[in-house]
């Protein structure tokens, strides 16, 4: 596996995304949704403007889970079906590089775009932040920020692994936002009402373990147990378990996220 191969791919990736302005849209984007959700999610409440950085990272939490992992899928569903259908998938593996060298380079490109897009649309918040809270805030915020992108390339992850199964470009943007329906609105709906239906006689014991089978609900559980006040405010002090409370644990299942799909996806290219 040459490095310089897959540099070379991610490099011309990347440059597809900036020469379109896909990163610009997405940065703004996710400015304006987080300004109006900081200053304005209290509303309800009677009150407008920064609360609390527990309160604030709490309400973005929700914006995150609803929005990135459908900016990922809809950014890498035709990662490699794309290819294919252009016809120029042929020719890339026809040139001195192997499928792994390809598969590798087109999802650090996207990686890198998304990664650029997501850090850009929170730039302004962590300025305001730093302002208002001072490092204090601004250590947890960054810690969000940084656990924020590990939910987008895991949801990338899972867009190239639909992209190779998929053979047209129609059927895996179905998929796409199949998966985004069922990790993102489904998924916990099923286990609440499973763990409804029986009176809580089945899955009460891992109900909080079955999470994990989902990556958005592993980004809620890191954010909320990062600080007491937003695992109050969520309401899962008493759901999950204290073996789960640990950042570096939640980080590797996360991890976990983001290589499984790319080998599940390598091994059906190969």
């Known amino acids: 596996m040459e490095t310089i191969q897959i540099l070379t791919l991610a490099a011309k990736e990347f440059r597809d995304r900036i020469r379109n302005r896909w990163v ?3 940065a703004i984007v996710f400015t304006v949704f987080s300004l109006v959700i900081t200053y ?41 079906v794309g290819e294919r259908e252009r016809g120029s998938l042929d020719l890339l593996l026809a040139l001195p590089i192997t499928r792994l060298e390809l598969l590798l380079g087109k999802y650090l490109g996207l990686a890198a775009a998304l990664t650029l897009s997501t850090l850009a649309g929170f730039a302004l918040m962590a300025v305001l932040l730093y302002q208002q809270f001072g490092w204090a805030g601004l250590y947890h915020y960054l810690g969000f920020v940084f656990s924020s992108v590990l939910l987008g390339l895991a949801f990338l992850s899972l867009a190239v692994f639909m992209s190779v199964l998929a053979r047209e470009r129609t059927r895996a943007s179905g998929l796409a936002i199949a998966l985004w329906f069922f990790f993102v609105l489904v998924f916990d709906l099923l286990l ?21 089978l989902n990556p958005a609900d592993v980004f809620r559980i890191l954010n909320v147990f990062a600080l007491e006040d937003v695992r109050s405010l969520y309401g899962l002090a008493s759901i999950v378990p204290p073996a789960l409370a640990k950042p570096w644990l939640m980080g590797s299942v996360m991890l976990g996220w983001i290589i499984a799909p790319l080998a599940l996806a390598r091994w059906r290219f190969k």
């Open 24 to 26: 610009l849209a997405v």
């Open 40 to 80: 304005f999610g209290g509303a309800q409440q009677g009150q407008v403007g920064m609360r609390s950085i527990e309160f604030i990272i709490a309400s973005l939490v929700s914006l995150v889970i609803y929005l990135i992992p459908l900016i990922a899928l809809l950014l890498g569903f035709d990662a490699i």
């Open 192 to 212: 609440l009402g499973g763990l409804v239906a029986s009176g809580g006689a089945y899955g009460g014991d891992i109900f909080a373990y079955l999470l994990l």
